[in-house]
């Protein structure tokens, strides 16, 4: 992409209604616009960002075996009616009305809509163990919408649900979430620590929040400094296998929000000095709530014996509009932005120092040819801008690889490589940049 010819309305100024970096950052390169009060545009910039991690998401909800469906944002009041939950949630939710009078309202979750879908079709245990997702805009009338798209009304989650026949089937769905859980965060360049959470009136110890540490966070976290540490599931992980003692490694060690927070224990099991008393921002979510949707709207499974009892459900939410923003917020410089490699929005950014200078032209579009023709996805600053306003922009944005290219060092035979992350640069012919990146 030629920077003249693509939209990236960068900001001069530091918004001043943005209170944290992540907010000031994403309306400052233009990846966001707010539309209304916790609605926002997603800008180019932004929206490549969203969409590869809305990916990572996807890549690893199918690796543990989940599968992906796409229900409608807009749902029937109806349906929240058979599981009581229409007038349960109060104000959060958008209820709209049609045409014809009849109560429709705008997704918050979608429990109730799977549960219908599944007990159209499932009826015996031989179709389980089943998991579906979808990747979807939920809109939620936040009390306080703040922090930009960290908490919006309108943001996009991934959801997802699973069915067995019994607790025992749901634990096992589970633990492939958690580890599931764990490799996305990890390849989004997060360390997002799996707590202890709220698990409402079904009790049990099946509800953890997926929590990164930071300053900004709204929630109130205790945990083991070890589990900064323990290493991540890999790649080759048999999610047909037991899960469960990896499970059981992460569970070990002292974590818990809030409301789970039992000081007398963290102080018993925690040595001092590994006592991690902080703010965090939850990302992700994973629940059991066994029968309390089935139950009520009769989603019923046949077992072996012939039996028929209500399946056994969890849930399982990734924020990925929130995730860009935690991103960002642990990602950054006075500069900028700094990229992960797994999320960044071009993997190049190619500064053109002297653009009008036929043979600084002529050497940047050739590098442009053939980075992009290796499957390299390119920024490249062609605009009449100022070095050092380029320079500014390229910072800003936070690509992973800055390759500038200005008359000096041709003249010398060279270009020079910067990494956004270290900040190491070196110089080198235009040849082995060009092997260096492809
Ligand atoms: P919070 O405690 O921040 O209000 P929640 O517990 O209400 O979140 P869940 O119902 O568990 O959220 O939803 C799953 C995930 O969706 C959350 O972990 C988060 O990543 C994301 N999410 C929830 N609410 C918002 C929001 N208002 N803006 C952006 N992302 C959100
Ligand atoms: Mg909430
Ligand atoms: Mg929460
Ligand atoms: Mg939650």
Redesign the pocket.
């Known amino acids: 992409m030629r920077l003249s010819r693509y939209f990236l309305p960068i900001l001069k100024e530091t918004p001043k209604e943005a209170d944290i970096v992540s907010h000031r950052l994403m309306l400052r390169t233009g990846m966001i616009r707010q539309e209304a009060a916790g609605i926002y545009a997603w800008l180019p910039l932004g929206y490549k960002v969203l969409k590869k991690v809305e990916q990572v998401v996807r890549e690893e909800q199918n690796r543990a075996g989940a599968i992906e469906v796409l229900m409608p944002t807009i749902q029937s009041a109806d349906l929240w009616r058979e599981s009581g939950r229409y007038d349960d949630y109060g104000k959060e939710m958008l209820r709209i009305k049609d045409r014809h009078e009849r109560d429709m309202l705008f997704g918050p979750?979608n429990e109730e809509m799977i549960t219908e879908i599944f007990r159209a079709s499932v009826r015996s245990y031989r179709d389980l163990p089943l998991n579906l997702y979808h990747i979807q805009w939920k809109f939620?009338d936040?009390v306080r919408?703040r922090f930009g798209?960290?908490?919006?009304?309108e943001?996009l989650?991934k959801?997802a649900y699973s069915f067995d026949l019994d607790q025992a089937g749901a634990r096992v769905s589970y633990n492939k979430m958690f580890v599931a859980y764990l490799r996305t965060f990890a390849r989004l360049g997060l360390k997002a620590i799996p707590m202890a959470a709220d698990s409402g009136p079904i009790g049990g110890d099946m509800s953890h929040?997926f929590i990164i540490l930071a300053k900004t966070g709204?929630?109130e976290v205790f945990c083991d400094k070890e589990l900064l540490d323990l290493p991540i599931p890999g790649e080759d992980t048999d999610f047909e296998a037991d899960l469960s003692p990896i499970v059981s490694r992460w569970l070990e060690s002292y974590a818990a929000t809030d409301e789970k927070h039992d000081a007398a224990r963290f102080e018993a099991e925690v040595p001092a000095d590994r006592r991690i008393s902080a703010r965090g921002i939850?990302?992700?979510?994973i629940f059991y709530f066994g029968t309390k949707y089935s139950a009520p709207m009769k989603a019923v499974v046949a077992g072996p014996d012939g039996s028929e009892n209500p399946v056994h459900m969890g849930s399982y939410?990734?924020?990925p509009?929130?995730?860009v923003a935690a991103i960002i917020e642990a990602s950054h410089d006075d500069a900028g932005i700094i990229w992960p490699e797994s999320v960044a929005p071009f993997d190049v950014g190619l500064i053109n120092l002297k653009s009008g200078d036929a043979a600084t032209d002529a050497a940047c579009e050739d590098l442009y040819a053939k980075l992009t023709g290796a499957g390299r996805d390119v920024l490249y600053d062609d605009t009449g801008e100022r070095a050092g306003s380029k320079f500014a922009t390229a910072e800003l944005i936070g690509l992973p690889w800055q390759l500038i290219v200005g008359p000096k060092g041709l003249a010398a035979g060279e270009v020079e490589l910067k990494n956004r992350a270290t900040g190491e640069r070196r110089s080198l012919s235009a040849d082995s940049a060009v092997s260096k990146l492809a």
Do not use: A, C, K, Q
């Not at 939850?282 to 979510?285: A, D, I, S, T």
């Open positions: 979750t939620r936040e919408p798209v960290m908490r919006s009304r943001f989650m959801d929040e709204e929630s939850e990302v992700g979510h939410g990734i924020g509009t929130r995730l």
